[in-house]
Structures are given as structure tokens and as C-alpha cells.
């Protein structure tokens, strides 16, 4: 399951974001806040996230690897409630013709239609709230 965007910004700049693996909560509107302890592999980024109009949840990932030559990072959900745990995500910027293009993916084992259309939603809002933080 993956969702992209062409964000007016250079990809330097949307790189930059992403690569801090913090202050999620800027461009995710379902991350209520986030604290993280390192932007290295094997980091663990802690998010209390909103899932309902009085539900609150807490979720843990960890940072798998940053490729700043490719300007990619993947990290995977270790604790959260389901549907998440297991879930192992990956986010892609690249030059779009003086633009960004990010690629925002997930693999969640088992999942079914509903999972996939959660997790779609999920990061097309990720990807708007991107383009709202870093648009020229």
C-alpha cells in the first residue's frame, strides 16, 4: 500500500523533515504528540495519537534505517493498538522536476481492504499535512 505527492519544495527541504524522525505531530493530525530518543537507526519515536473523538492511544516505532543518498527512511510500528503492530513503513523523497515527490509506504501482514484504506487515509493526510508544513 503506498501514497505519493508532488510538494512544491525542494526535496532538500522536505528531506529534512522527515529525516529528524520528530515533531511528527506538525504535519499528522492524528499524532496529538511525539518524543523521540535519537534520529539513528535503532531509535525509538514514542506518539500519542487521537483515534476517535474521545479515544487516545499510544503508539512506539523504531527507526530501521535513514539513507540520506537516497533520501529514504523505514521504520516499523513495534507497539500500538491493532491494526498497527507489525506494520513496517517506508518514506521516499526524490527530485520531481525541481519538486518533491514523496513516496509514503506501508506492509502490514494481514491486512485486509479495510486496514488498506485506513492506512491510504492515514498517509494521504501525512502527505497533505507535508505539503501544508513545507510548500513555498
Known amino acids: ?3 505519493s ?3 512544491n519544495a525542494s526535496p532538500a527541504k522536505i528531506w ?12 499528522i493530525p492524528m499524532v496529538i504528540k511525539s518524543e523521540i530518543n535519537g534520529n539513528h537507526a535503532g531509535c525509538e519515536r514514542r506518539c500519542n495519537i487521537q483515534l476517535g473523538p474521545n479515544q487516545t ?3 512506539v516505532e523504531r527507526l530501521d534505517s535513514i539513507d540520506d543518498n537516497t533520501m529514504t527512511l523505514k521504520y516499523s510500528i513495534i507497539d500500538a493498538p491493532p491494526p498497527f503492530p507489525g506494520l ?3 518514506v521516499k523523497v526524490s527530485d520531481h522536476e525541481g519538486k518533491s515527490e514523496v513516496i509514503w509506504s506501508g506492509d ?4 485486509d481492504k479495510e486496514t488498506s484504506m485506513m492506512l491510504s487515509g492515514i498517509y494521504k493526510t501525512a502527505l497533505d499535512g507535508l505539503k501544508k508544513l513545507t510548500e513555498d
Open 1 to 3: 500500500m503506498s501514497e
Open 5 to 7: 505527492a508532488i510538494i
Open 16 to 27: 529534512e523533515v522527515i529525516r529528524s524522525f520528530d515533531g511528527v505531530e506538525r504535519y
Open 57 to 59: 492511544a499510544n503508539m
Open 88 to 90: 513496517k513503513g517506508e
Open 108 to 111: 502490514m501482514p494481514n491486512s
